[in-house]
């Protein structure tokens, strides 16, 4: 397990060895060492394979801007896809595998792909597989989805935890290089408060893979002594391995933190990795730059790599990519590979510079006006043929070739808010646009500022400014003293040399043959090139190969790059796990139950539960000798009307409406009118959509004369406040009215029954006797002193109050109603009972309140007042929705008392076919009475209230039921309402 390219220096810990494997071989590495700097220094090449033709890859880059080495990290139920190895720290014990190939990755049977490479040109998929027409089910797709993909996800449930986190501050520092670090040096000593955030373990950024002086010592040295400096301020938050990937509106950064990504297992208590929303009044994008390619013929074999790239891995992790290599540049950061690897001691076979002219590097074979043209070698290069300036061809060998086409600003996050990056000829580069996210700015590589000490100079200037927008003063210190060599570069795209394919997006294997055949196709805007070339859509975005692409399309087109024009970036600007995107909400957190203020009583007593939207609602609650759910919610309905029954109706939503105009505001949201409503009274009320169907309804309480408590359904509580606050914003933005949701603040229950008010009374400080607080009246009232509300409603036909306390009192009032309620043989009901007593008396819920309901549909179409407007009050007047054969809510019940219906049954006359043209309308819910000793149901028949005492059939298309049923009234018990005003 000798590593065999390792040499001198770099900045891993070599006191330590770390074991792991790679296709189940066993190599050893450093604390420090990527996943790829490990496998390169041990001779592995080969690290993946490309997607659509299965061509050996092995890394390009030494960053995230990677598209060839994914891997699987970890096995089990921890396997991970698509795991970039170049950012995959190593650590003991590591577990990695190749991925896209079979059987192996040295013989990968799916590479006969790149052998029929004419058949898979770009946009085939737009021209193949389109006949025989049966082939496409049967035969294409199930061929296309078994190739599709790259890695594959364990099916085992990630045993890990992700987290959610938000931070605040005044400035955001994106990237921790130089001008980063001098950013955040600046902001930190003027006091503000910031964060800085870097992808990489180690921050310096490119100070750690090169070898140059900054203020008189070693570049990786000075970010160290910054990095100590940062961390000992107390204004100043360090956040390593993590990822700012995207900018949102108002200031929001997202970012992606791997906090254990870097450990075998994650330590106790602690996420694998946390999704943070960082709120910043500025931002400063110091991320730096990315090194590009040059296209050239079979440019993609394993050893083949970026230049800066080749520079890391001798400079950061004591890596020679091979033993022999070679550079092929266009400009000066190329040569700069060179002679740090000449440094090094290794065998610098040939430097190829695509430029004429200036001086030859000494010591070094130094190739002027050079190309590279093509290269040999199976799993991994061998040589390079390279064509002289003579016009002679001359084949070099060498097993890595290190490339350098320039550097691209990494100017994804500025592009998130749309920006469109704009051109600088200097650098040959794109830069960021205006209109960009609101409060970023960048400095340093990122800003087409290339040398250090414009990188240096830049971030300070950068964050004396943001600063300055802030009102807070910075002052501008001396900088360190480091490079500042001009960009001297002459653009070369691709080598125009060769029949074979020059690959530009070495991930989803686009060559320029694609850009010129989408040229070919008219394919020719950017967006359309993207698409149907494929060209940047892989995971890496194309941050090494769109500007390419977009040079190759400008120069046949015969247009200026920046006429070409470029592609938008979208968030994220790297891969984010859906663990991560999901934090917590997993599994039971994935949907957490609210829990009502009685829960903790109701679970004490057995309970059973349901779920009503977020909400665990007491179902019924069982006794001793109960044998079913029937038996429980008969007995409950009984007692409840014979006594007294009590109910948590804490989920209903309650919404405090204030103001002097909000009597006059209701009248607007609701079809009736409240603003005559007396103070201490109740009134239902009806809320319709725009378009005339019910929207929702409840009770509204006038507390004081501007002060209303209005409730709402369960299912409409959150619905019905954003409504209200989009009419008081939007729509009448004038009113004196505000309003706030109490739904937590109360916890509120029902009390019904013959001796609710003998119940209440024993608790109650207030006189409610009748005359006192007759049906309808709402009031606040004391509890022993604690203060509390008293509402008279009832949706059970029988005597009934509501009655609300501060939620935390909830517990101690169920606790209490029972103790007070022992003498009347007080019971809780749960939601079948409720459900069963709110139909016998005929009142709507869900089931009713579908959205396809009008007014008129429920026989309330009176409450539609057309003597003041109101939202949905014209359009409810519509011909079509008033039409007298209309639908109309009615009580079913079965002839035979013994028979059974069920809700969704249609409606249709006896005799007639089971046919659509038959169907008179539908049962909307169903219970069973006690009362009545057989079924009831409400539902919508056409002309209902003309049929009131018919015999119909309840048909049932599902259970392949067909029963008799009679018309009825739907309210069944009480219809006068004796009973509620008692």
């Not at 050893?28 to 061509?55: E, I, Q």
């Not at 049967?138 to 296309?144: F, N, R």
């Not at 950064?253 to 106790?268: G, I, K, N, Q, T």
């Not at 007593?837 to 089931?847: D, F, N, P, S, T």
């Amino acid at each position: 397990m000798s590593q065999s390219n390792r040499i001198s220096g770099g900045q891993i810990d070599r006191s330590k060895t770390f074991r792991f494997t790679f296709d189940g071989h066993s190599y050893v590495g450093h604390p420090g060492d990527t996943l790829a700097s490990a496998l390169l220094a041990n001779g592995v090449r080969l690290m993946g394979r490309s997607f659509k033709y299965h061509r050996p890859r092995g890394p390009l880059s030494a960053g995230s801007e990677e598209p060839n080495a994914l891997v699987h990290l970890r096995s089990g139920a921890r396997q991970e896809p698509n795991t970039r190895a170049t950012v995959a720290e190593l650590f003991d014990g590591l577990e990695a595998t190749s991925q896209n190939a079979w059987p192996s990755l040295k013989l990968d049977a799916m590479a006969i792909n790149d052998k029929l490479n004419s058949f898979f040109a770009a946009g085939f998929y737009y021209k193949t597989f389109m006949w025989p027409a049966a082939f496409w089910e049967k035969v294409y797709e199930p061929i296309i989805r078994r190739a599709a993909g790259l890695g594959a996800l364990t099916k085992d449930e990630d045993p890990d935890e992700y987290d959610k986190g938000f931070v605040h501050c005044d400035v955001l520092i994106i990237g921790a290089g130089p001008s980063g670090l001098m950013a955040a040096l600046t902001a930190g000593r003027a006091g503000a408060r910031v964060v800085l955030a870097d992808e990489d373990f180690r921050m310096g950024g490119r100070l750690n893979a090169e070898t140059f002086e900054v203020g008189g010592k070693p570049g990786a040295d000075w970010a160290a002594g910054v990095v100590s400096e940062l961390a000992a301020m107390p204004n100043v938050r360090l956040m390593n391995r993590t990822t700012i990937v995207g900018a949102f509106d108002h200031g929001i950064y997202s970012a992606v933190e791997r906090v254990s990504d870097h450990l075998a297992v994650p330590m106790a208590g602690k996420p694998r990795q946390t999704l943070w929303r960082i709120y910043a009044k500025r931002a400063i994008l110091a991320g730096g730059a990315t090194e590009r390619p040059i296209a050239f013929e079979n440019n993609d074999r394993p050893g083949i790599m970026l230049a800066g790239a080749l520079r890391a891995y001798a400079n950061r992790w004591g890596v020679a990519a091979g033993n022999r290599v070679a550079v092929f540049t266009n400009n000066d950061d190329g040569l700069r590979t060179a002679r740090d690897l000449q440094a090094k001691g290794v065998d610098v076979a040939a430097v190829i510079d695509s430029r004429e002219g200036g001086d030859l590097l000494p010591g070094l074979r130094h190739l002027q006006g050079a190309q590279v043209v093509d290269s040999s070698g199976g799993l991994g290069l061998k040589s390079v043929t390279v064509r002289l300036a003579n016009g002679k061809t001359e084949t070099i060998a060498c097993t890595a070739l290190g490339v350098s086409g320039g550097w691209n600003p990494n100017v994804n996050i500025t592009s998130h808010h749309r920006s469109r990056p704009e051109w600088r000829d200097d650098i040959a580069a794109f830069v960021p646009g205006t209109g960009g996210p609101a409060g970023l700015t960048a400095a340093g590589a990122a800003n087409g500022a290339l040398s250090t000490h414009g990188a240096l100079a830049t971030g300070q200037a950068q964050a004396i400014a943001v600063l300055a927008e802030l009102g807070m003063a910075a002052k501008a210190g001396d900088l360190p003293q480091a490079e500042d060599a001009p960009i001297a570069i002459s653009p070369l795209w691709y080598v125009h040399e060769g029949k074979g394919r020059a690959w530009i997006d070495q991930q989803n294997d686009v060559t320029v043959k694609d850009v010129k055949l989408a040229h070919k196709e008219n394919f020719t805007a950017v967006e359309h090139l993207k698409r149907y070339t494929t060209l940047g859509m892989a995971t890496d975005q194309g941050k090494t190969g769109n500007v390419l692409g977009i040079a190759v399309m400008a120069e046949l087109t015969g247009q200026s790059i920046p006429a070409t024009g470029t592609t938008i970036y979208r968030p994220p600007y790297t891969p984010v796990a859906m663990g991560t995107l999901a934090g917590r909400s997993r599994g039971k957190e994935f949907k957490p139950f609210r829990l009502t203020p009685s829960h903790k009583w109701a679970s004490e007593q057995g309970a059973i539960f349901v779920e009503v939207g977020n909400w665990l609602r007491t179902q019924w609650v069982p006794k001793a000798g109960e044998t079913t759910w029937r038996e429980s919610v008969d007995r409950e309905v009984l007692a409840s009307r014979r006594s007294v029954g009590i109910c948590d109706v804490t989920t209903l939503g309650k919404i405090d409406i204030q103001g002097t105009d909000a009597g006059a505001f209701l009248d607007k949201v609701y079809a009736n009118t409240f603003s005559t409503l007396a103070v201490g009274k109740c009134r239902y009320g009806l809320m319709l959509r725009e378009d005339g169907m019910v929207f929702d309804d409840g009770t509204t309480a006038r507390m004081g004369e501007h002060e209303f408590v209005m409730t709402t359904t369960t299912a409409n509580a959150v619905t019905v406040f954003r409504h209200l606050e989009y009419c008081r914003q939007v729509l009448w933005p004038d009113m004196d009215v505000q309003i706030i949701s109490t739904t937590e603040a109360w916890a509120q229950f029902s009390v019904a029954g013959p001796n609710a008010r003998k119940l209440l009374q024993k608790i109650v400080d207030q006189d409610i006797s009748d005359a006192a607080f007759p049906y309808m009246g709402a009031g606040n009232i004391t509890l022993g002193g604690l203060r509390g509300r008293l509402f008279r409603i009832s949706f059970s036909g029988e005597l009934a109050y509501e009655i609300a306390v501060p939620t935390r009192y909830g517990d101690a009032l169920v606790r209490k109603l029972m103790e007070a309620g022992a003498e009347f043989d007080a019971i809780v009901y749960g939601t079948e009972a409720l459900g069963v007593m709110r139909i016998e008396k005929g009142h709507v819920a869900g089931g009713e309140l579908n959205g396809q309901s009008t007014a008129l549909n429920m026989g309330l179409g009176k409450m539609v007042s057309k003597k003041k407007d109101s939202i949905g009050m014209v359009l409810s007047q519509r011909e079509g929705m008033n039409q007298p054969g209309g639908y109309r809510l009615v009580g079913v019940k079965p002839v035979d008392p013994k028979a059974s219906i069920s809700a969704g049954s249609h409606f249709m006359e006896i005799g007639a076919p089971v046919e659509l043209a038959s169907d008179g309308g539908w049962l909307t819910s169903k219970v069973y009475s006690p009362h009545l000793g057989c079924d009831i149901a409400l539902g919508y028949l056409k002309a209902g209230d003309q049929k009131i005492g018919r015999k119909m059939r309840a048909v049932n298309f599902l259970t392949k039921t067909d029963t008799e049923v009679e018309i009825v009234s739907p309210h069944f018990f009480d219809p006068e309402g004796e009973r509620l005003r008692g």
